[in-house]
């Protein structure tokens, strides 16, 4: 029993760590590896519901709406030899725009569906000898989001989907979340931003660089003399046309607002009520609003996903024909699964760094400059780590039952440091004994000095008479 307190104390007790200097090296790679897998075992098991915690969804299983399909469009897509990418072409009807919309009923919410294809067109040019073949997309994806922002209606979900050459591009519900009583931006859409300092911020957020957040630019049509109310009608979205039809006018939306409060103008004689709203699209190099599908939408998936995850999820372009509930779910499901081998290649990425590569690096510095006073071996300083990194790998592989670690880089850091501070103190307290060692074992070693010879004292010399001759002569 005394033995195993003593094991138990020697992990807890940083100068008894020295025992285990000489420990085999099989057992410290043992300790580095079972702290590499454990550290991201927690997060990899709970890494598909983090995942559909950050992508938007709704409850696709409750649409009663089965066999509604798009049954005018096919798709055919085919692996381009030159870019070996998989490539989609759409035969859509005669005449049509390449935009459809279905609503599907889930209980007491409506899925409005809106799917925009890629057009094939033919433009002729009199220099060329044969017509110029281009693929256009006839669908404003800022005039869709504003508009049905400003208009919004009672229980509906709202659901793009956008399919180009080779990537099918997703916006769930415009890009807003509800919080509260009002809708705020998600990702699923590129707004121009700035970065500005946190309200909130403390001196250890500026340390870490996390004292500022990105906040969206907001935008108000530009109010002036020449602006007309028919203008002003059709920037703010006011008129009941067609929403996919009209031209939008976003020179109009130019004049900037830190307040996101509606305002109260009035042209024409007539007051009208404006809702500042972040203007979609990507600043180029000109600094001009990039207005294509590309630079507005960010969730996007290749056709190579949708088809290599289509034995897990059940995807199949023909969906989009028989059953836009399968075809969402399956759709959302590659996007979970993206998601999740994704991340947990990054976690691994990280973790590799973390728990082997910096490590190492470290040890290997420790090691250079207290060997002389301390243990000399580099296994004895590399066995010291393992078991220290076995520490704080537990402490990983519980907080990832709770949190993501990925997107909790401040217990990254924190830990990494943690980790490091107690090696090293670990390591003093080694070399502090050892050196108290040695001077113990010099102290002792050390010999006694010669003993000097105590002086004899001299004897009184007596004589004594002799009373008879005892000599023999002869």
Same mark, same amino acid.
């Given at each position: 029993m005394k033995k195993f307190k003593d094991f138990l104390l020697s992990l807890i007790i940083p100068h008894r760590m020295v025992r285990f200097k000489d420990m085999s090296i099989f057992i410290t790679l043992l300790l580095i590896l079972f702290s590499f897998i454990a550290s991201v075992f927690s997060n990899n098991a709970r890494m598909k519901s983090y995942a559909e915690d950050e992508i938007k969804f709704g409850d696709y299983e409750a649409i009663t709406d089965n066999e509604i399909g798009i049954k005018d469009v096919k798709v055919t897509c085919e692996r381009n030899k030159e870019t070996n990418n998989y490539e989609a072409t759409f035969k859509l009807p005669e005449g049509s725009n390449g935009v459809f919309t279905e609503k599907l009923k889930a209980n007491d919410l409506t899925y409005e569906v809106t799917m925009v294809f890629e057009k094939t067109v033919e433009t002729s040019d009199p220099n060329e000898s044969e017509p110029k073949v281009e693929r256009v997309i006839d669908f404003n994806v800022s005039d869709y989001i504003y508009y049905n922002r400003a208009n919004r209606k009672e229980n509906t979900v709202y659901m793009l989907y956008v399919f180009t050459k080779d990537i099918l591009y997703r916006v769930y519900d415009l890009g807003e979340e509800l919080s509260g009583e009002e809708y705020k931006e998600t990702v699923e859409i590129f707004s121009i931003t700035h970065r500005v300092k946190k309200e909130d911020a403390n001196i250890f957020d500026s340390l870490l660089g996390s004292d500022t957040k990105v906040e969206n630019v907001y935008y108000l049509p530009k109010i002036n003399e020449d602006l007309t109310s028919d203008e002003l009608v059709l920037s703010t979205y006011a008129s009941e046309d067609d929403p996919y039809k009209y031209s939008y006018n976003s020179s109009n939306w130019s004049e900037t607002t830190t307040s996101k409060e509606e305002i109260k103008v009035v042209v024409d004689g007539k007051e009208y009520k404006i809702k500042p709203m972040p203007r979609l699209g990507m600043i180029g190099e000109n600094e001009e609003i990039k207005n294509d599908v590309e630079s507005c939408l960010y969730n996007g998936l290749i056709y190579e996903y949708l088809l290599s995850y289509s034995k897990g999820t059940g995807f199949k372009f023909e969906l989009i024909n028989s059953s836009l509930k399968s075809f969402i779910i399956s759709v959302h499901e590659t996007h979970v699964l993206a998601t999740v081998d994704g991340n947990k290649a990054i976690l691994m990425l990280?973790?590799?760094?973390? !728990?082997? &590569?910096?490590?190492?690096? #470290?040890?290997?510095?420790?090691?250079?400059?207290?060997?002389?006073?301390?243990?000399?071996?580099?296994?004895?300083?590399?066995?010291?780590?393992?078991?220290?990194? !076995?520490? &704080?790998?537990?402490?990983? #592989?519980?907080a990832g039952w709770f949190v993501n670690i990925l997107y909790s880089p401040i217990l990254l850091f924190a830990g990494l440091l943690m980790m490091l501070w107690y090696y090293i103190f670990v390591i003093y307290q080694i070399t502090v004994r050892i050196e108290k060692d040695k001077k113990d074992e010099d102290s002792t070693n050390t010999p006694d000095e010669p003993k000097q010879d105590e002086p004899v004292e001299a004897k009184k010399v007596e004589f004594k008479k002799i009373d008879e001759d005892y000599s023999v002569i002869g």
């Open positions: 990280i973790n590799l760094v973390v !728990f082997i &590569l910096i490590p190492l690096l #470290f040890t290997l510095f420790a090691w250079l400059f207290t060997r002389k006073r301390g243990m000399t071996k580099f296994k004895s300083y590399l066995n010291i780590m393992s078991i220290i990194e !076995f520490y &704080l790998a537990i402490i990983f #592989f519980i």
